[in-house]
């Protein structure tokens, strides 16, 4: 049974360019939610897809939007990236929406803004 | 505002017992979590209460206050893979914030032997 996968796992960038993150659910799961965590912190929410629809966003500007597709896997969208972007960004996976549902994480995505 | 409070670090002696606290104040409550989540790697997930109690599950142990805004997570019979952050998490599950967890800072706990 496959859990949840992320990509790339590493990632440099500089600042103002754009960065694509990509998650895959573990099986049967359809709810897809996406995190920042900087070092020595707890994750922050940023939004949560379901039915390919964002059911809830954190308090992330624009710059940060994502997709759900048609298998439940997303995408999480960066732009005009700052140097307070890098962070370890976690994707989580759920069967149906509501946070009150076991999330499942994937090992996550090191963003490196320089 | 949503507010989750653990302490930052905690040591304790490979075989003793741990209590890791966490208080919070959210909008609304629909449940608390555990991860553990060791450096570098995903957060794990521990345990979830609902309920005012204990829940045992093997030498993790989750206790839920909701009068007071309290739970804490007990290790038994510690362990040097032990040696991790202990994230605790809340699920608003109010109207503005019904799909997001709320989460602490973490608690790094280190294990001497």
């Known amino acids: 049974d496959a859990g949840v996968t992320q990509s790339p796992t590493h990632l440099i960038k500089t600042r103002g360019q754009q960065v694509t993150l990509r998650c895959s659910p573990k099986?049967?799961?359809?709810?897809v939610s996406w995190y920042q965590q900087a070092l020595g912190q707890g994750p922050q929410f940023i939004f949560q897809?379901?039915?390919?629809?964002?059911?809830q966003r954190g308090n992330f500007p624009d710059r940060f939007s994502g997709h759900q597709f048609p298998n439940y896997s997303s995408e999480l969208n960066v732009n005009a990236l700052l140097l307070g972007d890098s962070a370890l960004y976690l994707c989580?996976?759920?069967?149906?929406?509501?946070?009150?549902?076991?999330?499942?994480f994937g090992p996550g995505t090191r963003l490196t803004v320089l | 505002g949503q507010n989750i409070d653990q302490p930052t670090e905690m040591t304790a002696t490979e075989g003793a017992i741990v209590q890791i606290n966490c208080t919070y104040q959210?909008?609304?409550?629909?449940?608390l979590f555990w991860y553990q989540q060791h450096a570098g790697e995903a957060p794990t997930f521990l345990s979830y209460?609902?309920l005012d109690g204990l829940e045992e599950k093997g030498r993790f142990s989750s206790f839920l206050s909701r009068s007071k805004g309290y739970s804490y997570l007990l290790l038994k019979e510690l362990q040097m893979k032990d040696s991790a952050s202990y994230l605790c998490?809340?699920?608003?599950?109010?109207?503005?914030?019904?799909?997001?967890?709320?989460w602490g800072a973490g608690t790094k706990l280190i294990i001497k032997p």
């Open positions: 989580a996976s759920s069967l149906r929406a509501g946070s009150y549902n076991e999330q499942f």
């Open positions: 099986s049967g799961h359809d709810t």
């Open positions: 897809y379901y039915e390919e629809e964002e059911r």
């Open positions: 959210t909008s609304g409550f629909n449940g």
């Open positions: 209460n609902v």
């Open positions: 998490a809340v699920s608003p599950g109010d109207r503005d914030s019904n799909y997001q967890l709320i």
